[in-house]
């Protein structure tokens, strides 16, 4: 017999086939079971098969088991940070992919400075100035603007703390500039391969983070240096460039369409699987697929014309980079370099790639000087926001203010007292009454908190201006010497040294801290201006006819130091452009000036004038449409000015109630009688 036939015979000798049944053995009947197997084990039934393979796992685990916990809680530990991560990750996907950066709430409309901003940016890309006074709602417009879906917005609020240095900064524009384009490659059909240029600003920062890590703490490179954010705005340049020229094809249109529309069904079906459970089916209106006609008189389904017209690639969204509060600048980049880095590649964003718009909001005027030494300022164009003029101020406090006071109370509230004090500066209204409720009717405007802070300012400035420090220092303007120590004529003679330190201008990145030994000059600062010039223009800007200084004129009279230091403590506001609405325009009909107006020189302009009206040639009055008129009420003082002859940046109290204040201290000095100076100064012929 073959042995192939012996083995067979061996294997089998212990069964029996009788009949398609399987015969157990006489010694194996008593492991028979009626549970069906339903899977084999790995451990074969014959013994001289199995083998002592991981014994030794188990003895060691056995002979160390303090060894086999550790190993254990180990795992366990990178088990949970392996399923940590997956959850954050899964939350960061759901996070918004740029800034909060909506709408205000309650925005009042102005017509004028949102058409002004919307055709900023309309037009080539920009680097824009927006000067302001502090609360006139440069913010407000700007997020009304920008939080369309037409762009896309880099915000940099330096207000926050957590802009302290040039690492932050650098950081921030990294992540915004990874956002923007993370949010190009998810939302935008077709634009998928923009997701590499985001990777390339994420590991671009996490190189930089890599590298201050591992370097030595005294050596320079282990803080952001010029050479970094050069890096990072040229690796913003080329994805910009590649953005604005690449084009998607057909085919990456009908890919991407089509994802999108397998993801939405997805996510249809999701939905409606976990809401199974709790609704029930309801009847439904079948909805027939939307049929398109032609001008050939043909109908075809929108499918269909999507695959004869093709489909159109998404619109581009403009980046803006927003920078809130910009005079900050200076201080937090302490290097020239590292500064002009930045604001030379804002330059070549906007003048000559035209790839995105640049806006800085300020409300400092002398952020122009700074940005001018740096050789910027001429490549810039200025937006200068006002206060709303009479009539957006009424329609404000009829529709917003007054329906918040009670019935019993609004009889003592008069409308042309109120603007009088507080002008168009609509936080002030609402600070006011406010207050005016809470106190149920007992606050005057006299006792009104911010006339109450203006009021004390100006008086504590000609107090100041009045003293000097004990050293008897003396400073010079201009080749003539300023007097430091009180005279006989001076407005309080008799008071002491100065302790009322005004409010810092902007500090120059290359500017040096005080230092120890200057105690003397921290303390006691020498006054940039007299109370008798101080005075003397306060009585000037509380008349009725006038409504701004030339700034040229009057550094001509009193020098840029005192007039500058008149800016610097808050007492003025420096405009070097006209706002965009007129603030001066009072309640009344405009008409259309005929092209033969010519104002008289030396006459009594004012803002309550108005323009003659065209007439026709049978002697009635035209109708103009509703842009020319708000053209003629914006442009009116326009005229005035060519008038006048006056050229150049203008002074104005910073608020109306610091206006409203200026009056009331220039009545008390006058009572006091303390005018033996400011009355020779305050009858001096203005230009």
């Known amino acids: 017999m073959p042995s ?37 084990s790995y451990i074969g039934p014959d013994i001289r098969k199995r083998s002592f393979f991981g014994m030794g796992e188990i003895f060691g685990v056995l002979t160390n088991p303090a060894e086999t916990v550790r190993s254990l809680t180990e795992s366990k530990r990178l088990l949970d940070e392996a399923r940590r991560e997956i ?89 915004q500039m990874e956002q923007y384009f993370e949010a190009i490659a998810e939302t935008m059909e077709g634009y998928d391969q923009f997701q590499k240029e985001a990777w390339s600003f994420k590991h671009d920062r996490l190189n930089v983070e890599r590298r201050i890590a591992e370097t030595n703490e005294s050596s320079t490179m282990r803080q952001i240096t010029t050479s970094d954010v050069a890096r990072l705005m040229e690796l913003f340049q080329s994805s910009l460039l590649k953005y604005w020229e690449f084009q998607p094809s057909q085919a990456e249109l009908e890919s991407a369409s089509a994802k999108s529309k397998k993801k939405g069904s997805d996510v249809a079906f999701e939905k409606t699987q976990a809401g199974d459970h709790i609704h029930k089916r309801k009847w439904s209106i079948r909805r027939f697929r939307q049929t398109k006609v032609h001008e050939d008189g043909t109908s075809r389904s929108s499918t269909e014309s999507e695959k004869k017209d093709g489909i159109k690639p998404p619109p581009k969204r403009m980046p803006v980079i927003f920078f809130d509060e910009a005079h900050k600048l200076p201080a937090l980049i302490q290097s020239n370099e590292a500064m002009k880095c930045i604001l ?31 050789n910027i300022m001429q490549h810039c164009k200025i937006i200068t926001i006002g206060d709303c003029n009479k009539t957006e101020t009424r329609k404000f406090y009829h529709e917003q203010m007054l329906p918040r006071v009670p019935e019993y109370l609004r009889h003592q509230l008069d409308f042309e007292s109120l603007y009088a004090a507080f002008g168009g500066k609509f936080a002030h209204w609402h600070d006011y009454i406010t207050d005016y409720v809470n106190s149920n009717g007992r606050i005057g405007i006299r006792q009104s908190s911010h006339f109450l802070q203006a009021h004390a300012l100006l008086n504590l400035h000609i107090i100041h201006s009045s003293q000097s420090p004990s050293t008897g220092a003396t400073s010079s303007d201009g080749g003539r010497k300023r007097r430091s120590t009180p005279t006989a004529d001076s407005v309080h003679p008799g008071l002491g040294p100065a302790g009322f330190k005004i409010y810092s201008p902007i500090t120059s990145s290359g500017g040096r801290p005080p230092t120890a030994d200057s105690t003397t000059a921290a303390t006691y600062d020498v006054p940039e201006f007299t109370a008798m010039e101080l005075l003397n223009v306060m009585s000037r800007l509380t008349r009725p006819d006038v ?48 092209s033969s ?91």
Not at 353 to 364: E, F, G, P, W, Y
Not at 553 to 579: F, H, I, N, Q, Y
Request: include cysteine.
């Open 344 to 374: 030379d590649s804002m330059l070549v964003f906007t003048k000559q790639d035209r790839l995105c718009h640049v806006i800085h909001a300020t409300s400092d005027p002398f952020y122009q000087t700074w940005l001018r030494q740096l």
């Open 547 to 594: 409504d701004y200084l030339p700034y040229f004129s009057l550094c001509r009279e009193l020098g840029v130091r005192a007039v500058d230091g008149m800016v610097k403590g808050r007492v003025l506001d420096l405009r070097w452009t006209e706002p965009v609405t007129n603030e001066n325009h009072v309640d009344g009909r405009m008409t259309r000036p005929t």
């Open 4 to 40: 192939g036939a012996s083995s067979k015979l061996r294997k089998t000798s212990h069964r029996s086939l009788n009949g398609g049944r399987q015969v157990i053995g006489s010694a194996h009947w008593l492991f028979r079971s009626t549970v069906t197997s339903k899977r084999s």
């Open 87 to 175: 959850s954050e990750n899964r939350e960061r996907a759901q996070i918004r992919t740029k800034h909060t950066f909506s709408r205000l709430p309650g925005f009042f409309p102005r017509k004028a400075e949102v058409k002004a901003i919307e055709r900023t940016l309309e037009g080539d890309p920009s680097f824009t100035i927006l000067f302001g006074a502090s609360s006139v709602g440069k913010t407000a417009l700007l997020r009304e603007v920008l939080s369309r879906e037409s762009y896309h917005v880099l915000h940099f609020d330096l207000r926050i703390a957590g802009f302290a240095d040039l690492s932050s900064l650098y950081l921030s524009l990294s992540q």
């Open 597 to 687: 107006y010519h104002p008289v020189a030396n006459s009594d302009v004012t803002a309550v004038n108005s323009p003659p009206a065209a007439v026709s040639e049978e002697g009635d009055m035209e109708a103009i449409s509703e842009q020319e008129q708000e053209y003629y009420l914006n442009h009116h003082h326009e005229w005035e000015d060519d008038d006048l002859g006056v050229v150049g940046p203008k002074l104005v109290p910073t608020t109306p109630i610091m206006r409203f204040a200026m009056a009331e201290v220039v009545a008390e000095y006058e009572d006091a009688g303390t005018e033996s100076e400011y009355a020779s100064l305050s009858d001096v012929d203005e230009y």
